[in-house]
């Protein structure tokens, strides 16, 4: 049954319209995964050297105990906004005699050949072979090795459970907030304990039972969560909710574009996926922390640049870079009227420049950290509305994968309407403002990089009726490839 699985999945993307095209997409990403491979293991077998002359009075494996909190943490968040979560169209298997428990096991075997789970055995696998070739106890790097898949595995079932349960994401997101906070203020460094019971577990290999009790247990309760939802009635049955209108009469004096505006709004306040990431945009407010309180990036301006982009720019890089996917539901809908594709584009670009300049208003107190902060905050939020919104929307051009707007409540739904293409897009809308503030800076002054990037902000507004014209011509030109792609099933 399982080689039946994998025919299915294999005819489902040879047959997609996403076969054969992007190719150009496709070269790049594989290249990009054969450099952090080939980087991971380069890595990997270095380690061991690099920490030996660096820390010489400790040992390699102490030191790596005592940041594998660290590692773990860094790969939970990653795994938790980029990873895919392997899904299949189950609804057809639920009405013929095929067992849910083969079904449930070969959905979590597949998340277990996860990318997020294979690039860190290219670190460890050659740091393991070095520490036995230097002559380190086999027993206890192998059970260190075997503990350290047995947590990786771990996170990945419990991403999937965080993904597709809001009990948990809250749990887990209060969870990670106060201990880093703990840590950050040297309140209670968690790490330190941590790091002592990675050190206690590689003295006694024995212990290896205890993650590997974890993985058992994480993913039983990841197959009780799938099985508990694995029906048909579930699978196609709709909750009728009563719905409240709210008066958004306001929004007329928007003129053509407010219809749209109205649509978003509610869009955001009924269903599961925007609110998340309305709530993932505010947090981006308190980017600026990270980088304002340390003297250390005081001194790199160009990292400081990179920063306010973020601030101002959360909405704009969370929600914005999704359009017009947000709409993938109805899209064909909103294609057949009568309706100018600039009217729509606009409303989008306007809800993305009152967000930006919301969040320059609620960020405010950062001229506690100086008024040349405080001015590049500003002068980001000018380059956010001017061209980053521009860039944005024309990434949206070439972002074919729909979302499904309730994802939370369902556990077999596409959670992630991530796709390389707007990765590669949103290079640009980090890398330019740093370059564009760097350059005068290094020749003049630091108020010259922020008059550079706020005059290209401002010159941005100034040709907006040009610029929507080119992006308006590319979505024309894409719209019956992005109408297909919205009506395929995922």
Do not use: C
Not at 191 to 201: H, I, K, L, Q
Not at 421 to 432: E, G, R, S, V, Y
């Amino acid at each position: 049954m399982i080689k039946r699985f994998l025919s299915f999945e294999w005819k489902q993307f040879s047959r997609s319209s996403y076969f054969k095209k992007g190719i150009a997409i496709k070269i790049v990403m594989a290249l990009a995964v054969l450099y952090f491979a080939g980087m991971a293991l380069l890595f990997g077998g270095a380690l061991y050297f690099i920490l030996k002359k660096t820390l010489p009075e400790i040992d390699p494996m102490t030191t790596v105990n005592s940041y594998l909190l660290y590692w773990f943490l860094f790969d939970f968040m990653l795994r938790y906004f980029m990873q895919q979560l392997p899904v299949m169209n189950v609804k057809p298997l639920m009405s013929i005699p095929v067992k849910r428990n083969t079904v449930i096991y070969y959905l979590l075997g597949k998340t277990s050949l996860s990318f997020f789970n294979i690039l860190p055995l290219f670190i460890v696998v050659p740091f393991t072979t070095v520490l036995v070739f230097q002559g380190y106890p086999v027993l206890q790097v192998l059970s260190w090795f075997v503990s350290f898949v047995a947590i990786t595995l771990s996170i990945n079932f419990l991403n999937f459970l965080v993904n597709k349960n809001n009990l948990v994401f809250y749990v887990v997101l209060a969870l990670v907030a106060v201990l880093g906070v703990l840590e950050y203020y040297a309140i209670y460094k968690i790490s330190e304990p941590v790091g002592y019971a990675f050190n206690y577990m590689y003295a006694h290999p024995y212990l290896v039972v205890l993650p590997v009790l974890v993985l058992v247990a994480l993913f039983k309760a990841t197959f009780q969560f799938i099985k508990k939802g694995f029906y048909l009635d579930d699978a196609i049955s709709k909750k009728v909710k009563e719905v409240n209108s709210s008066d958004l009469s306001w929004l007329n004096r928007f003129g053509a574009v407010a219809p749209f505006l109205k649509n978003d709004i509610k869009l955001i306040v009924r269903n599961v996926r925007p609110r998340q990431v309305m709530m993932m945009s505010f947090m981006f407010l308190f980017y600026g922390l990270v980088f304002y309180t340390q003297e250390t990036y005081r001194e790199m301006p160009a990292i400081l640049a990179f920063a306010s982009m973020f601030i101002t720019g959360g909405f704009l890089m969370t929600f914005g870079q999704h359009v017009p996917s947000w709409d993938s539901e109805y899209y064909k809908l909103l294609m057949s009227q009568n309706i100018p594709y600039k009217t729509y584009l606009e409303s989008k670009w306007y809800l993305m420049v009152v967000a930006v300049l919301f969040s320059f208003i609620l960020s405010t107190p950062y001229i506690y950290f100086g008024w040349d902060i405080f001015g590049m905050i500003a002068a980001g939020a000018v380059f956010n509305i001017g061209l980053n919104s521009f860039l944005t929307l024309f990434g949206g051009a070439l972002n074919r994968v729909p979302i499904e707007l309730n994802v939370k409540a369902k556990a077999f739904s596409n959670t992630n309407g991530f796709n390389p293409t707007q990765l590669l897009i949103a290079l640009p809308k980090f890398l330019l403002p740093m370059l564009i503030f760097y350059v005068p800076y290094k020749l003049i002054n630091f108020n010259a990089g922020l008059i550079a990037l706020a005059l290209v902000g401002v010159l941005g507004i100034a040709l907006k009726p040009y610029i929507f014209k080119l992006i308006e011509q590319v979505y024309q030109k894409g719209k019956y490839k992005t109408i297909a792609a919205f009506s395929e099933k995922q």
